[in-house]
C-alpha cells in the first residue's frame, strides 16, 4: 500500500511540475492561460509548495486582492497542517487589510511550528493594534526561534511601551551583548 501511495505521490508532482513549467512559459503572452496552469498545477501537488505561493502572487498581481485571499484560504483549507499555508494566509490577510484574521492566521502557524517570520509578524500586529505586552511577548518567541537582533530590539522596545522598564533592560544588553553596539534610542 506504501508503494502505491509513494507512487501516486511521485506521479502528482511530476505532473504539478509539468504544469508549472507551463505556466511559466505562457506567463509573459498569455497570462490569464499562465494563471489557469497554475491553478492546476497547485490542485495537483499532493502537499504545499512554491506554486502555491505562485497562485496567490499571480492574483496580487492582477490587483485582486480579494482573489488572492480566496486562493490563500483554500490553500490553508487544503493543508491545515502546514504552518507554511498559514503564514501565506497571514501574509495575505494583511495585503487585505484584514489584521484581526492575520493575527489568527499566524497564531495558527505558531501552534503548529516555531516559526520567526510568523512571531515577527503577530508581533507586529499586536503593536499595530495598541497590545505592547502580547506584541513583546511574539517578539521574544520570534528570537527564541531564531529571528536575531532585530526581534531582541523590537521586543526591548514593546516591553517599554507596556511598562516593564526591567525586562526591557535585560533585552537591550542582550541585544547590546549579541550586536557588539551601544543601544541608541530611535
Same mark, same amino acid.
Given at each position: ?8 505521490h511521485?506521479?502528482?508532482w511530476?505532473?504539478s511540475?509539468? !504544469?508549472a513549467r &507551463? @505556466?511559466a512559459r505562457?506567463s509573459?503572452?498569455?497570462? !490569464?492561460?499562465?494563471?489557469r496552469?497554475?491553478?492546476l @498545477? ?5 502537499a ?5 505561493r ?9 490587483a ?11 490553500i @490553508? &483549507?487544503?493543508?491545515?497542517?502546514s !504552518?507554511?499555508?498559514?503564514v ?5 490577510y494583511?495585503?487585505a ?10 497564531e495558527r502557524a505558531l501552534a503548529?511550528?516555531?516559526r520567526?517570520?510568523?512571531a515577527?509578524?503577530a508581533?507586529d500586529l499586536y503593536a499595530?493594534?495598541g ?5 513583546g511577548?511574539? $517578539?521574544?518567541r520570534? $528570537?527564541a ?5 532585530r526581534a531582541?530590539?523590537?521586543n ?6 507596556s511598562g ?5 533592560r535585560? @533585552? ?7 550586536t557588539?553596539?551601544?543601544?541608541a534610542?530611535?
Amino acid at each position: 500500500m506504501k508503494r502505491t501511495v509513494r507512487w501516486w505521490h511521485a506521479l502528482r508532482w511530476a505532473a504539478s511540475r509539468l !504544469a508549472a513549467r &507551463r @505556466a511559466a512559459r505562457s506567463s509573459l503572452r498569455h497570462p !490569464a492561460a499562465s494563471e489557469r496552469w497554475l491553478r492546476l @498545477a497547485a490542485r495537483l501537488a499532493p502537499a504545499f509548495s512554491a506554486v502555491h505561493r505562485d497562485v496567490v502572487a499571480a492574483r496580487h498581481r492582477a490587483a485582486d486582492r480579494l482573489g488572492a485571499l480566496a486562493a490563500a484560504l483554500k490553500i @490553508a &483549507r487544503r493543508f491545515e497542517h502546514s !504552518a507554511d499555508a498559514w503564514v501565506l494566509l497571514g501574509e495575505t490577510y494583511v495585503a487585505a487589510f484584514r489584521p484581526d484574521d492575520a493575527i489568527a492566521a499566524f497564531e495558527r502557524a505558531l501552534a503548529i511550528e516555531e516559526r520567526p517570520d510568523a512571531a515577527l509578524a503577530a508581533g507586529d500586529l499586536y503593536a499595530r493594534k495598541g497590545d505592547p505586552r502580547t506584541a513583546g511577548a511574539r $517578539y521574544a518567541r520570534a $528570537y527564541a526561534a531564531g529571528a536575531g537582533p532585530r526581534a531582541l530590539k523590537l521586543n526591548a522596545k514593546a516591553l517599554r511601551a507596556s511598562g516593564d522598564l526591567e525586562a526591557a533592560r535585560q @533585552a537591550q544588553a542582550l541585544w547590546e551583548r549579541e550586536t557588539g553596539m551601544v543601544w541608541a534610542d530611535d
